[in-house]
């Protein structure tokens, strides 16, 4: 029955593709499943821009995603290989992600990069997060046709691979102006993210092991009193123990 319902799906969102508009059609080297360009094409996610991000209540925070707001063609993400984040020679430098980008327009004006993915719970196109980033916009909406678009992490750099040669899309800290063999340029792998560090003592912790401990010892007073009379039920009166008391 699930498969009946995620075929009927799968269906419509092509259905769906084919009559709405080209505007945002697939750009880049990487597929655009029929459901993310639905997704994208039939309000949803301009939608889902104004719920996250949109206007707060006093209209003084976020972004106006009114009625001019248009979304751009859709590249998919591709990301720089294990190896090549190592250094190592590869003939594989980069690798498909699970992600999808989509330059934002307001007004007629670029102001950000949203990025869908496809849940692996639903199997649906959700926003995963948006990026106010105006230079992003304008650049990712140009990305060659037959280029592989490669998000560098750990430069916050866009890049556009062809035939074995890397451009520069959006610079970042990567310090690549011009195009280079991508075998040539020095990859920066992402910082690891560092534990947050905790705001307050954990209070809760301490409290824990305190009735632990306390617990035990509870216990252990109790076995010993109760072994103690055990014992004193055990012994034998004497003679002595049995004559009466001195007047």
């Known amino acids: ?73 859709i590249s998919r993400v591709w990301a720089w290989t294990d190896e090549r984040l190592a250094g190592e020679p590869t003939e594989h430098p980069v690798q498909l992600t699970n992600n999808w980008v989509v330059p934002i327009v307001v007004a007629e004006q670029p102001i950000g990069l949203a990025t869908i993915w496809i849940n692996p719970e639903t199997d649906a196109p959700e926003l995963a997060w948006f990026e106010p980033e105006p230079e992003w916009a304008t650049a990712l909406a140009a990305v060659p046709d037959a280029a592989q678009l490669v998000r560098d992490d750990g430069s916050a750099a866009w890049f556009a691979l062809q035939d074995g040669v890397l451009t520069p899309l959006v610079t970042g800290t990567s310090g690549v102006e011009t195009p280079a063999p991508v075998a040539e340029v020095a990859v920066v792998p992402p910082a690891t993210e560092q534990p947050l560090a905790p705001t307050e003592p954990n209070t809760g912790l301490g409290l824990a092991i305190g009735v632990l401990v306390l617990l035990i010892v509870v216990i252990g007073v109790a076995l010993y009193v109760s072994s103690r009379r055990d014992r004193a039920r055990d012994v034998v009166p004497t003679d002595d123990d049995l004559s009466s008391p001195a007047p």
């Open 1 to 73: 029955m699930r498969r009946s319902v995620h075929a009927l799906a799968a269906a419509a969102a092509v259905l769906i593709a084919a009559l709405l508009p080209a505007q945002s059609a697939m750009a880049s080297v990487g597929s655009v499943p029929p459901e993310v360009t639905a997704y994208v094409a039939d309000g949803s996610l301009v939608a889902r821009l104004g719920d996250v991000y949109g206007l707060d209540a006093s209209g003084a925070n976020g972004i106006d995603f009114d009625e001019t707001t248009k979304p751009g063609p």
